[in-house]
């Protein structure tokens, strides 16, 4: 909650660059700085913007701050390998906030539902699932190795 927007006012240009990169090269349209371009039924280029608000690294910082929770709360020892699950976590996030934004440039049409109240349960409701199932799987494994 602290060092993402902080991440985010300091680097929020490159960061903002590097997620309409992730969903251009996913789709395979043409990025402008944080614009990424959609594939429209009618041939007319359409673009969309990412902005804060719909950044990966917002995600992101939410799902290490779970991880850092139920990590704490189960009373795990912290490893070289725990980390790992913490990042797998962290990276599904991104993985679904991406698939968010390139289903938004395959079907523009649909945006209103995609990125909408809809579309935005949807994907924090997958997001926080993948999380718990991720940091309960890693203090899991690491309970049994003790």
Known sequence: MLWGPALMEAFGTQILKADAILVSSVIGTERIGNFFGAIGPSGSPTHFAIFQACSSLHGMSIALLAWITISNTLGRAWSAR???????????????????????????????????????????????????????????REALKS
């Open 82 to 140: 725990h980390l790992a699950w913490g990042l797998l976590a962290a990276v599904l996030v991104l993985l679904v906030n991406v698939s968010r934004m390139s289903l938004i440039g395959l079907f523009p049409a649909y945006y209103p539902t995609i990125h909408g109240p809809l579309g935005n349960e949807i994907a924090a409701w997958l997001s926080l699932t993948l999380v718990i199932v991720i940091s309960l799987l890693g203090v899991g």
